[in-house]
């Protein structure tokens, strides 16, 4: 597996690991977990990005993930947890389940 791959299935790990916190309804531990999966988010868009460029056949969609991230944003400022979790879990955690597919 490379690493860029592995970086990306941590973030999928790191990204399920909130959205039940908030699912639990432990908002305040989600809350506190958001900065770290913020940051593992970051970097594996960097990632896709990057692997983007190395390989023309990856099928990145950047507009997918833009929409998706947007999305959870406006859902946090709304102070909708569930919201917030469904967006992280059924769109952008399978969009990059999707992409990790198609890597090495």
């Known amino acids: 597996m490379s690493k860029e ?4 299935e941590n973030t999928i ?5 909130t959205t039940e916190l908030f699912y639990q ?5 989600a809350y506190n977990k958001m900065q770290e ?3 593992h ?4 868009v960097d990632i896709l990005h990057a692997y983007k460029s190395e390989y023309e056949a ?4 950047e507009e997918r993930l833009v929409t998706s991230l947007t999305d959870a944003m406006n ?6 947890t569930v919201l917030l979790a469904d967006i ?3 769109d952008f955690v399978e969009y990059l389940q999707e992409l990790t597919e198609q890597m090495d």
């Open 25 to 29: 309804q432990k908002v305040k531990e």
């Open 37 to 39: 999966t913020i940051d």
């Open 75 to 80: 859902a946090m400022q709304a102070g909708d």
């Open 88 to 90: 992280l879990e059924y």
């Open 58 to 61: 990856f099928g990145l969609e």
């Open 41 to 44: 988010i970051l970097k594996a």
């Open 13 to 17: 790990q790191v990204i399920r690991e």
């Open 5 to 8: 791959k592995e970086i990306v």
